[in-house]
């Protein structure tokens, strides 16, 4: 795995660290598959967990594969062991709906927040989201929802909250939820020179009511190219 803890260092200074006890939502989106994005976002996580001291929350939107607890739990001695899971939603709230609903036994149906589950990675600071694909029957989906109740109701929970989206040109998901963000960055392979795409998915996050604070270039190379480029206004 490429280091990227000088990176991070940047990133979190360029980001403006957020004052102790103001929670932040930054997500992380590509505008293409194959960008780095989780990696990215991951490591951030990492970074205001671990160095920053910051309690962290990394929220997982790919909730068909949940990569990001794949990805720590592969690799406890970097990330720290990972522990049992516990309900992910402080309120009841889900930022998903599951439909059709599955029928409780008793009457009524099972809530949308039971699906997803958080797990500690190596102390109390640092949390993963996972959706429990597993729990799905028959011709039930997840979709993602626009509202703002869990993204509210987490910030009462945590610090810093990284939001790894999937790449633009897969899901809806990161402008379904751009408002709510208070900052979302743009990853781009270093090795990919055409900002165009980027540039597109920038200004539609703009329209949908999104603050871009900037490109990360995911290192890739020897020499990176510096990790924030100026084609943002």
Not at 18 to 32: I, K, L, M, S
């Amino acid at each position: 795995m490429v280091d990227l803890n000088v990176e991070m260092a940047e990133l979190w200074g360029s980001l403006g660290a957020p004052a102790p006890g103001r929670a932040h939502v930054v997500q992380f989106v590509a505008a293409r598959r194959g960008e780095g994005t989780s990696t990215a976002a991951r490591e951030f996580a990492r970074f205001a967990a671990k160095r920053a001291g910051r309690k962290t929350w990394l929220i997982d939107l790919d909730l068909v594969t949940s990569p990001q607890y794949q990805a720590i739990a592969a690799d406890p001695e970097r990330y720290g062991p990972m522990g049992g899971g516990t309900p992910a939603s402080p309120d009841g709230s889900a930022f998903f709906t599951v439909q059709p609903p599955a029928p409780k036994p008793g009457g009524g149906v099972w809530p949308d927040a039971k699906y997803l589950t958080a797990h500690s990675v190596g102390g109390p600071r640092f949390w993963v989201t996972r959706f429990n694909r597993e729990a799905l029957r028959g011709r039930q989906k997840v979709h993602i929802l626009p509202g703002v109740e869990y993204w509210a109701a987490l910030r009462r929970h945590a610090e810093i909250i990284v939001v790894d989206s999937p790449s633009a040109d897969r899901s809806q998901a990161a402008l379904t939820l751009a408002q709510h963000m208070d900052q979302t960055v743009l990853v781009v392979s270093a090795q990919q020179p055409d900002v165009r795409p980027p540039g597109l998915l920038r200004d539609a996050l703009a329209s949908a009511g999104g603050r871009t604070a900037g490109v990360f270039f995911n290192q890739a190379s020897v020499q990176p190219p510096k990790f924030l480029k100026a084609i943002l206004p």
